[in-house]
Protein backbone atom coordinates (compact mmCIF):
# COMPACT_ATOMS: atom_id res chain seq x y z
CA UNK A 1 0.00 0.00 0.00
CA UNK A 2 1.88 3.06 -1.05
CA UNK A 3 1.84 5.50 2.02
CA UNK A 4 4.27 7.70 4.13
CA UNK A 5 5.31 6.72 7.51
CA UNK A 6 7.53 8.79 10.09
CA UNK A 7 9.22 6.90 13.32
CA UNK A 8 9.45 7.15 16.15
CA UNK A 9 6.02 8.65 16.37
CA UNK A 10 6.90 10.01 20.14
CA UNK A 11 10.77 10.94 21.28
CA UNK A 12 11.55 12.32 24.70
CA UNK A 13 15.34 12.82 24.88
CA UNK A 14 17.38 15.21 27.21
CA UNK A 15 19.14 18.51 25.86
CA UNK A 16 22.38 17.79 23.77
CA UNK A 17 21.59 14.32 22.15
CA UNK A 18 22.01 13.83 18.69
CA UNK A 19 18.81 12.56 17.17
CA UNK A 20 17.44 11.28 13.60
CA UNK A 21 13.57 11.87 12.75
CA UNK A 22 12.80 9.07 10.11
CA UNK A 23 10.29 9.71 7.16
CA UNK A 24 9.97 6.89 4.24
CA UNK A 25 7.21 6.97 1.80
CA UNK A 26 6.61 4.62 -0.92
CA UNK A 27 4.82 6.46 -3.99
CA UNK A 28 7.53 7.17 -5.50
CA UNK A 29 7.03 10.93 -5.04
CA UNK A 30 10.38 13.49 -5.71
CA UNK A 31 9.32 16.44 -3.87
CA UNK A 32 9.35 16.19 -0.11
CA UNK A 33 9.11 18.33 2.83
CA UNK A 34 9.30 18.81 6.32
CA UNK A 35 7.38 21.28 8.42
CA UNK A 36 7.47 22.17 12.17
CA UNK A 37 3.99 22.35 13.82
CA UNK A 38 3.29 23.55 17.35
CA UNK A 39 0.34 22.10 18.97
CA UNK A 40 -2.68 22.96 17.21
CA UNK A 41 -0.95 25.91 15.45
CA UNK A 42 0.14 26.29 11.44
CA UNK A 43 2.93 24.14 9.58
CA UNK A 44 6.30 26.21 8.56
CA UNK A 45 8.35 24.93 6.24
CA UNK A 46 11.64 24.11 7.23
CA UNK A 47 13.18 21.72 4.79
CA UNK A 48 12.19 20.22 1.26
CA UNK A 49 13.52 18.55 -1.71
CA UNK A 50 13.00 18.04 -5.35
CA UNK A 51 15.12 14.82 -5.42
CA UNK A 52 17.73 12.89 -5.15
CA UNK A 53 21.10 14.57 -4.02
CA UNK A 54 18.25 18.08 -3.88
CA UNK A 55 17.88 19.51 -0.65
CA UNK A 56 16.83 23.33 0.08
CA UNK A 57 15.58 25.07 3.33
CA UNK A 58 12.46 26.32 3.96
CA UNK A 59 10.93 29.64 5.60
CA UNK A 60 11.48 28.85 9.19
CA UNK A 61 14.94 28.58 10.17
CA UNK A 62 16.15 25.74 11.56
CA UNK A 63 18.84 23.91 13.29
CA UNK A 64 17.85 20.61 11.98
CA UNK A 65 19.75 19.17 8.51
CA UNK A 66 18.29 16.57 5.82
CA UNK A 67 19.99 14.31 3.42
CA UNK A 68 18.25 12.58 0.54
CA UNK A 69 20.33 9.87 -0.91
CA UNK A 70 17.13 7.75 -1.70
CA UNK A 71 14.01 8.90 -3.39
CA UNK A 72 12.39 7.18 -0.86
CA UNK A 73 14.34 7.97 2.01
CA UNK A 74 14.05 12.06 4.06
CA UNK A 75 15.59 11.94 7.32
CA UNK A 76 16.35 15.16 9.26
CA UNK A 77 19.17 15.14 12.03
CA UNK A 78 19.27 17.34 15.08
CA UNK A 79 22.93 17.44 15.87
CA UNK A 80 22.37 18.47 19.13
CA UNK A 81 19.02 19.21 20.72
CA UNK A 82 18.10 21.72 22.97
CA UNK A 83 14.62 22.50 24.71
CA UNK A 84 13.27 25.08 21.56
CA UNK A 85 13.20 21.94 19.16
CA UNK A 86 10.15 20.71 20.78
CA UNK A 87 7.42 20.81 18.45
CA UNK A 88 5.83 18.47 16.12
CA UNK A 89 7.66 17.60 12.93
CA UNK A 90 5.71 16.51 9.78
CA UNK A 91 6.75 14.87 6.65
CA UNK A 92 5.29 14.99 3.63
CA UNK A 93 5.57 14.03 -0.01
CA UNK A 94 3.71 15.39 -4.00
CA UNK A 95 4.52 14.15 -7.16
CA UNK A 96 6.54 15.79 -9.68
CA UNK A 97 4.99 17.87 -12.42
CA UNK A 98 2.55 20.51 -11.99
CA UNK A 99 2.77 22.80 -8.96
CA UNK A 100 -0.70 21.99 -8.01
CA UNK A 101 -0.60 18.48 -7.11
CA UNK A 102 -1.25 17.83 -3.13
CA UNK A 103 0.92 17.07 -0.36
CA UNK A 104 0.29 13.94 1.47
CA UNK A 105 1.56 13.59 5.05
CA UNK A 106 2.92 11.70 7.51
CA UNK A 107 1.53 11.11 10.47
CA UNK A 108 4.01 13.05 12.21
CA UNK A 109 6.78 12.59 15.41
CA UNK A 110 6.35 14.06 18.58
CA UNK A 111 9.65 15.62 19.74
CA UNK A 112 9.50 16.60 23.55
CA UNK A 113 13.49 17.52 24.75
CA UNK A 114 13.98 18.14 28.52
CA UNK B 1 3.62 39.51 0.15
CA UNK B 2 1.90 35.76 0.17
CA UNK B 3 -0.04 34.98 3.08
CA UNK B 4 -3.28 32.90 4.22
CA UNK B 5 -5.51 34.04 7.21
CA UNK B 6 -8.33 31.62 8.17
CA UNK B 7 -10.18 34.85 10.75
CA UNK B 8 -12.10 32.07 13.21
CA UNK B 9 -9.85 30.08 15.89
CA UNK B 10 -13.30 27.94 16.24
CA UNK B 11 -16.18 27.55 14.67
CA UNK B 12 -18.83 25.78 16.59
CA UNK B 13 -21.96 24.02 14.84
CA UNK B 14 -24.73 21.54 15.70
CA UNK B 15 -24.56 18.43 14.36
CA UNK B 16 -26.95 18.00 10.81
CA UNK B 17 -26.38 21.56 10.79
CA UNK B 18 -24.40 23.38 7.84
CA UNK B 19 -20.98 24.23 8.44
CA UNK B 20 -18.39 27.23 6.85
CA UNK B 21 -14.89 27.23 7.43
CA UNK B 22 -13.37 30.74 6.15
CA UNK B 23 -10.15 30.97 4.38
CA UNK B 24 -8.83 34.39 2.35
CA UNK B 25 -5.13 34.52 0.74
CA UNK B 26 -3.11 36.69 -0.61
CA UNK B 27 -0.68 35.21 -3.50
CA UNK B 28 0.90 36.14 -6.70
CA UNK B 29 -0.18 34.10 -9.88
CA UNK B 30 -2.55 32.10 -10.04
CA UNK B 31 -4.52 30.59 -7.40
CA UNK B 32 -3.43 27.31 -6.68
CA UNK B 33 -5.59 26.55 -2.71
CA UNK B 34 -6.05 23.65 -0.80
CA UNK B 35 -7.97 22.08 2.03
CA UNK B 36 -6.19 19.78 4.41
CA UNK B 37 -8.15 18.27 8.00
CA UNK B 38 -6.07 17.06 10.78
CA UNK B 39 -7.45 14.94 13.76
CA UNK B 40 -5.48 14.99 17.19
CA UNK B 41 -1.95 13.12 16.85
CA UNK B 42 -2.19 12.64 13.08
CA UNK B 43 -0.35 14.26 10.10
CA UNK B 44 -2.98 16.55 7.17
CA UNK B 45 -5.50 14.54 5.01
CA UNK B 46 -5.81 16.45 1.20
CA UNK B 47 -9.76 17.38 1.06
CA UNK B 48 -10.00 19.15 -1.88
CA UNK B 49 -8.13 22.01 -4.26
CA UNK B 50 -9.18 24.45 -6.47
CA UNK B 51 -7.12 25.02 -9.94
CA UNK B 52 -8.87 26.40 -12.49
CA UNK B 53 -12.82 26.08 -13.69
CA UNK B 54 -15.62 25.36 -11.86
CA UNK B 55 -15.47 27.89 -8.59
CA UNK B 56 -17.31 25.22 -6.63
CA UNK B 57 -14.78 22.33 -5.53
CA UNK B 58 -16.16 19.44 -4.26
CA UNK B 59 -14.30 16.78 -2.40
CA UNK B 60 -13.39 13.86 0.62
CA UNK B 61 -15.86 13.22 3.13
CA UNK B 62 -18.70 15.53 1.58
CA UNK B 63 -16.83 18.87 2.29
CA UNK B 64 -17.09 21.68 -0.83
CA UNK B 65 -15.64 24.43 -1.06
CA UNK B 66 -16.30 27.49 -2.80
CA UNK B 67 -13.50 29.98 -4.62
CA UNK B 68 -14.46 34.20 -4.88
CA UNK B 69 -11.80 35.49 -6.82
CA UNK B 70 -13.26 39.24 -6.26
CA UNK B 71 -13.14 38.74 -2.72
CA UNK B 72 -9.82 36.20 -2.71
CA UNK B 73 -11.26 33.43 -0.64
CA UNK B 74 -11.66 29.95 -0.38
CA UNK B 75 -14.48 29.27 2.11
CA UNK B 76 -14.92 25.45 3.24
CA UNK B 77 -18.37 24.60 3.38
CA UNK B 78 -20.97 21.42 4.28
CA UNK B 79 -24.52 20.75 4.18
CA UNK B 80 -24.81 18.60 6.97
CA UNK B 81 -22.10 18.26 9.47
CA UNK B 82 -21.25 15.11 11.50
CA UNK B 83 -19.48 14.86 15.21
CA UNK B 84 -16.87 13.44 13.31
CA UNK B 85 -15.99 16.02 11.55
CA UNK B 86 -14.90 17.54 14.53
CA UNK B 87 -11.30 18.34 13.93
CA UNK B 88 -8.56 20.92 13.17
CA UNK B 89 -8.72 22.23 9.52
CA UNK B 90 -5.87 23.97 7.13
CA UNK B 91 -6.04 26.17 4.31
CA UNK B 92 -3.07 26.65 2.30
CA UNK B 93 -2.01 28.29 -0.95
CA UNK B 94 0.71 27.62 -3.33
CA UNK B 95 3.59 29.67 -2.85
CA UNK B 96 3.82 31.76 -5.82
CA UNK B 97 7.23 32.53 -5.03
CA UNK B 98 8.15 29.39 -5.36
CA UNK B 99 8.69 27.95 -9.10
CA UNK B 100 7.25 25.08 -9.42
CA UNK B 101 8.65 23.50 -6.18
CA UNK B 102 4.86 22.75 -4.68
CA UNK B 103 5.71 25.14 -1.25
CA UNK B 104 2.75 25.75 0.16
CA UNK B 105 1.86 28.24 3.15
CA UNK B 106 -0.80 27.45 5.71
CA UNK B 107 -3.24 29.68 7.38
CA UNK B 108 -2.95 29.18 11.01
CA UNK B 109 -5.77 26.57 11.29
CA UNK B 110 -9.61 26.76 12.62
CA UNK B 111 -10.93 24.09 15.06
CA UNK B 112 -14.23 22.64 14.46
CA UNK B 113 -16.45 21.35 16.99
CA UNK B 114 -19.58 19.67 15.97
CA UNK B 115 -21.77 19.17 19.16
CA UNK B 116 -24.17 16.23 18.82
Known amino acids: EADIYQTPRYLVIGTGKKITLECSQTMGHDKMYWYQQDPGMEL ?71 | A ?33 WYVQYPNRGLQFLLKYITGDNLVKGSYGFEAEFNKSQTSFHLKKPSALVSDSALYFCAVRDGRSGNTGKLIFGQGTTLQVKP
Do not use: M, W
Open chain 1, 44 to 114: HLIHYSYGVNSTEKGDLSSESTVSRIRTEHFPLTLESARPSHTSQYLCASSEYGPEYNEQFFGPGTRLTVL
Open chain 2, 2 to 34: QSVAQPEDQVNVAEGNPLTVKCTYSVSGNPYLF
